[in-house]
C-alpha cells in the first residue's frame, strides 16, 4: 500500500499535468523502499508504488534491506562477474522529459572496493535508449567519473566508503547543459550533455561491463521532479538545502 504521502505526491504530478490544479513542483518519481518487504527482492510495479521498472535477474540482484543508512534501502548486488546489469526506474506516465528544470537525487553507499570493481549511475532517455545524459562510475579508489553523448571528462569527484553520498544532478533542458553535486559541493557546472533530440526518462543503478569481483551497493531516496524538495532522507531533510543548490 502506499504511504499517504506518495499519493498525495503522485496526485499532484497527475492533476498538475491535467490542468486542475496549480502547483510549484511535480515529482517524477520518489522510491524510498520503506513501506517494502525486507530482505525480499524488489518488485517491479513502477514509479506509482516507488519500484523500478526492470531489473536484470541473473546479472544483478536488487533485494530490501534494512541498510546501513539508517533506513530501509535498496542492495544491489553484482552477481556475473563478465556482464553489465542495472535496475532500471521509469518516470510517472512514462514520462521523456524534454523542457524546463529536472531535479535527480539519490543516496549512495558502498562498501571498500576491491581492484577493479564499479558500480555505475545512469541517466537516459524513457525506455533506456541509447542516448546517455550522464554515466557516473564509482570506482574501487573512491573515484568518481562522468562520461555523457558529448565525451568523457573523466575523474569530476571522490567519494568515501561506508558512508552516505548524496548525488544531486540538475538538467536544464531547455539550456541543454547540467550541474552536478557530491554532497553539497558542485562538481560539474553547466556542462553540455550533447543531446537534443530526446529527453530525460530513466535511472539506471547498476555494474558496467566487468571484469570485476563480485559486490553490493545500496541506494535509497530516490528522487525526481522539476524542483528542489522536502524528502525524508538516511541523513535527515534536505530540503533544507534548496538555496544552497540555486543560482
Not at 499517504?4 to 505526491?9: E, G, K, M, V
Not at 486542475?20 to 525480499?40: C, I, W
Request: hydrophobic share 40%; net charge negative; aromatic share 10%.
Amino acid at each position: 500500500m502506499l504511504d499517504p504521502r506518495r499519493l498525495l505526491l503522485i496526485g499532484c504530478a497527475f492533476l498538475a499535468a491535467a490542468g486542475g490544479v496549480a502547483a510549484a513542483e511535480t515529482v517524477y518519481l520518489e522510491a524510498d523502499f520503506n513501506d517494502k518487504p525486507v530482505n525480499r527482492p524488489i518488485e517491479t510495479g513502477g514509479p506509482t508504488v516507488g519500484e523500478p521498472i526492470a531489473v536484470d535477474t541473473g546479472i544483478i540482484t536488487a533485494i530490501v534491506r534494512e541498510g546501513p543508512m539508517g533506513s530501509q534501502s535498496l542492495e544491489i548486488g553484482d552477481d556475473d562477474v563478465f556482464s553489465a546489469g542495472y535496475v532500471e526506474f521509469g518516470f510517472l506516465g512514462d514520462a521523456e522529459l524534454t523542457a524546463g528544470i529536472v531535479v535527480i537525487a539519490a543516496d549512495l553507499w558502498f562498501p571498500p572496493l576491491g581492484e577493479g570493481r564499479s558500480y555505475s549511475v545512469i541517466v537516459r532517455e524513457q525506455a533506456g535508449a541509447a542516448d546517455n545524459f550522464a554515466s557516473l562510475i564509482f570506482g574501487a579508489a573512491g573515484e568518481i567519473q562522468l562520461g555523457d553523448a558529448a565525451g568523457y571528462p573523466g575523474v569530476i569527484a571522490s567519494y568515501q566508503p561506508e558512508r552516505t553520498t548524496r548525488l544531486i544532478l540538475e538538467y536544464d533542458m531547455d539550456s541543454g547543459t547540467y550541474d552536478i553535486w557530491v554532497d553539497g559541493v558542485r562538481v560539474v557546472d553547466d556542462r553540455s550533455h550533447g543531446i537534443t533530440e530526446s529527453g530525460v526518462g530513466s535511472l539506471y543503478f547498476g555494474c558496467v561491463h566487468d571484469p570485476d569481483t563480485e559486490g553490493y551497493f545500496f541506494v535509497d531516496a530516490i528522487s525526481v521532479s522539476d524542483t528542489f524538495h522536502e524528502v525524508a532522507t538516511s541523513r535527515g531533510s534536505w530540503g533544507s538545502l534548496k538555496g544552497a543548490f540555486h543560482r
